[in-house]
């Protein structure tokens, strides 16, 4: 009786297991399905950093925002600002998004207008006074490529200006579509 238990509970955890595993990759899907696209300008980091492994280290324009953007009613102090949302307007045809403002901790009070989303990053900068600028993280620092295919972009987002088209979901969270060279399509994120 005990063997046929085990073998129940075996069978009952690799279920889940699986389960598991399928919905973490039918929500990636479902986002970059379903997700507004939005395009961000890339920006290049240290290149003696950005290849490691099968992967370039990104930043955006979105990536460092003046304090002038937040819209909080949150006294400055010295605690860590955590969790942001930034509104971003499209731009027209190829050009990127741009921030227009950031909600400390939940999104910003007035509502999107046409063209409008909030994407959620986190920010590990203090919200005190004579700090002029807030560095946000998105999770789209990373971007993995076919291996031994990174040295090339390496070099290119040193010289040039990449944008990354990214889908959006209705709570903020994103997830990396296309790298583009000048209008360009180079890499594609597959569904699954």
Known sequence: ???RR??????????????FLSWTIHSRAALLRNGQDVLLRTQPVNPRDLL????????????????????TERVRDSEVIGTVYVR?????????????????????????????????????????????????????????????????IERAVTERSFTMLVA????????IKSLFDHGQAIYQEPLY
Do not use: C, H
């Not at 490691?52 to 819209?71: F, K």
């Not at 959006?168 to 997830?175: F, I, L, P, R, S």
């Open 1 to 3: 009786m005990t063997g």
């Open 6 to 19: 085990l073998t129940v509970a075996a069978v009952v955890v690799a279920l889940v297991q699986i389960g």
């Open 52 to 71: 490691r492994g099968d992967y370039v280290a990104l930043r955006y324009d979105i990536s460092r925002l003046p304090v002038t953007l937040v819209q």
């Open 88 to 152: 971003l307007r499209k731009g027209e045809g190829d050009a990127p998004a741009t921030a227009v403002a950031v909600g400390l901790g939940a999104p910003v009070a007035q509502p999107l207008r046409a063209g409008e989303m909030d994407i959620r990053g986190e920010s590990l900068s203090r919200w005190q006074t004579g700090v002029d600028t807030i560095n946000v993280v998105y999770g789209l620092e990373r971007f993995y490529l076919p291996e031994g295919e990174g040295r090339a």
């Open 168 to 175: 959006v979901g209705e709570t903020g969270q994103a997830q």
